[in-house]
Structures are given as structure tokens and as C-alpha cells.
């Protein structure tokens, strides 16, 4: 009986350079896919943002103080009080997810236990689950009824009408909370716990080792979520058009109502305009405007990350 072995390495090798560019292909096609969608997005705004600039000048558009294309008389074309109903729910909600978001990633990688932790983070990641129209929902049955509640209870709060920019930044900020704390919580679990434990020994308390070693340790990685988040509140659409209401204006009032930019494109697009018409064309110019903010935050996260970057062996 023979005992040499097979030599297989010819058929091996063939069936493995076949897979390898089988895989190669469909990892390619799916890149391609990618960018390719990615591209045509873009061509898809800027044509159209293109025909609606060739009527608006640009001027007009970036300085003007009221918009409302669709009036029959004397129409305005000034995108700021949608970007102002934007920054402030933007600004609204960043003022709570961010606080709350980043003490509970320290919660969740520095004091809790394993236990907790497993039970914790799925149920708080669920939040994020859960589709925008139904805390659009929410805010329109809880947190404005609240809201209401507070300004005749309370003499120097005034009493909010059904759509305002407080309840929209409130559900929004409660929506991305799990953004916040998950990226967060897994950028400080990356801290190796070789400098923990240097800080415990020359007596640091396990406070002074979370705020002072593992926070600034693990800041590029927050900072990305604190981006990454508030690009999403940006673009939020469904919550904010039920919470906040579709008066665009100019307001400090946060008990006022006010319209988004999404909330817009909403209105236009489930609404009358006819396809062709300036109101229409508005569409893309508002798109084009937006993508460009929220690309705008994405180039800035990447070089947070990139700046702040720490690596250990």
C-alpha cells in the first residue's frame, strides 16, 4: 500500500484562484453600487438645484428672510428661516443627547456591571430602532401636553401650541441618545485598561480615572459620535414635521412654531406642486442644501477622528 501523499495543490490552487475572483467581482460590483448611487444623488440635485437657481439668484436665496414659493402673489425665495428652523432643532436636541448620551457611555463602560451592561445597551440601542414617525407621535401626545401643562403652571413659561421647536428638539434629542452613548461607549471600552490601571495606582479615584484618563483617551472616537449625531438630528424628517410644526420663520421663541428643512421637502413633495414649477424645483435646492451640511459634518468628523486619533500597542 501505498503511503505518499496526494498532490492536490494544482486542483486547490485553481479552485481557489476561481473563488478569489468570483469574490473580487462581487465585492467590487458592490462598491461600485456604492459610489455609483452615491454619484447619481448628486446629479439628481444639482440638475435640478441648477433649474431652480436659473430662476432664484443666489443672493436672494442664501440672504432672504422669508420663504414661501409657492404664493401666488410675489413669491419669496429666502431659505434662512428653514436653516434656522433646522439649527434650532439641531441645537435643541445636541443640548440633550449629548450630556446625557456621553454620562451614560460612562456609566455603561466604567461603573456598570458586565450584567448590566448586557441588558442595558441592547435595550437603550432599541431607541434607535424605532421608526421616527412614531416619536413624532410621541411628541404630539406627550411631551406637548407637558410642555402646555408647565407654561399654566409655571408664570414665566408661555403655553406652546400643538407644533413647536422645544417638543421637536426634545424627541429628537431622545432619538439620537443612542448614537451618542453607543459609538461613545465603545470608543472608551477601547482604552487598553493597562492605563486605568496605571491611574488607580498612583491613586485615582474611579472618577478621576474616567473624566481625566478614559474621556480625553477615547475624544476622537466621541467627538465622531457627537457628529455622526447631530448629522442626524439635520436630517431628521417624519419626528420634526409632526412635532414642530410648517411656519417657516425667524423665531428665539423655542414654544413657536417652525419648519425644518426636511419638513419642507415633505410638505412639497406629498403636497400640489406640480413637477416642473419653482415650487417644485425648490425641492432640489433644498436637498442640494442640506446634503451639503450634513456632508459638510461627515469631512469634519473624519478629521476629529483622524486629528485626535490615539493608538496603542
Not at 496526494?6 to 456604492?34: E, H, I, Q
Request: glycine share 8%.
Amino acid at each position: 500500500m501505498s503511503t505518499e501523499p496526494l498532490d492536490l495543490s494544482r486542483n486547490g490552487n485553481d479552485v481557489g484562484t476561481l473563488g478569489d475572483k468570483v469574490a473580487r467581482y462581487v465585492f467590487f460590483a458592490c462598491a461600485f453600487v456604492t459610489v455609483a448611487t452615491t454619484l447619481a444623488i448628486i446629479v439628481v440635485l444639482v440638475d435640478g438645484a441648477m433649474d431652480f437657481f436659473s430662476y432664484v439668484s443666489l443672493t436672494e436665496y442664501f440672504t432672504g428672510t422669508n420663504w414661501s414659493p409657492r404664493a401666488a402673489d410675489n413669491p419669496s425665495f429666502g431659505v434662512l428661516p428653514l436653516v434656522w428652523g433646522t439649527l434650532m432643532i439641531t441645537v435643541g436636541s445636541a443640548l440633550i443627547a449629548i450630556p446625557v448620551g456621553t454620562l451614560t457611555a460612562i456609566y455603561l463602560s466604567e461603573y456598570a456591571d458586565p450584567r448590566v451592561r448586557k441588558v442595558v445597551k441592547p435595550t437603550l440601542e432599541i431607541l434607535a430602532g424605532i421608526p421616527t414617525i412614531v416619536y413624532g407621535f410621541f411628541a404630539l401626545s406627550f411631551i406637548t401636553p407637558i410642555l402646555q401643562s408647565l407654561g399654566r403652571h409655571v408664570e414665566f413659561l408661555p403655553v406652546p401650541g400643538t407644533f413647536n421647536a422645544a417638543a421637536g428638539a426634545i424627541v429628537v434629542g431622545v432619538m439620537i441618545i443612542p448614537m451618542v452613548s453607543s459609538i461613545s461607549e465603545d470608543a472608551m471600552s477601547a482604552v487598553p485598561d493597562s492605563l486605568r490601571n496605571a491611574a488607580y495606582g498612583l491613586g485615582a479615584t474611579k472618577f478621576e480615572v474616567s473624566t481625566q484618563v478614559v474621556l480625553p483617551a477615547s475624544l476622537s472616537g466621541i467627538m465622531a459620535a457627537y457628529i455622526l449625531a447631530i448629522s442626524r438630528a439635520i436630517g431628521e424628517t417624519m419626528a420634526v414635521t409632526l412635532a414642530a410644526g410648517a411656519l417657516p420663520q425667524i423665531t428665539n421663541d423655542p414654544f413657536e412654531e417652525i419648519q425644518t428643512m426636511t419638513a419642507y421637502m415633505v410638505e412639497i413633495g406629498t403636497g400640489d406642486a406640480s413637477v416642473g414649477s419653482i415650487g417644485y424645483q425648490s425641492l432640489f435646492a433644498i436637498g442640494l442644501t442640506l446634503f451639503v451640511m450634513t456632508f459638510l459634518m461627515n469631512v469634519f468628523s473624519m478629521w476629529i477622528r483622524s486629528r485626535y486619533r490615539e493608538e496603542y500597542q
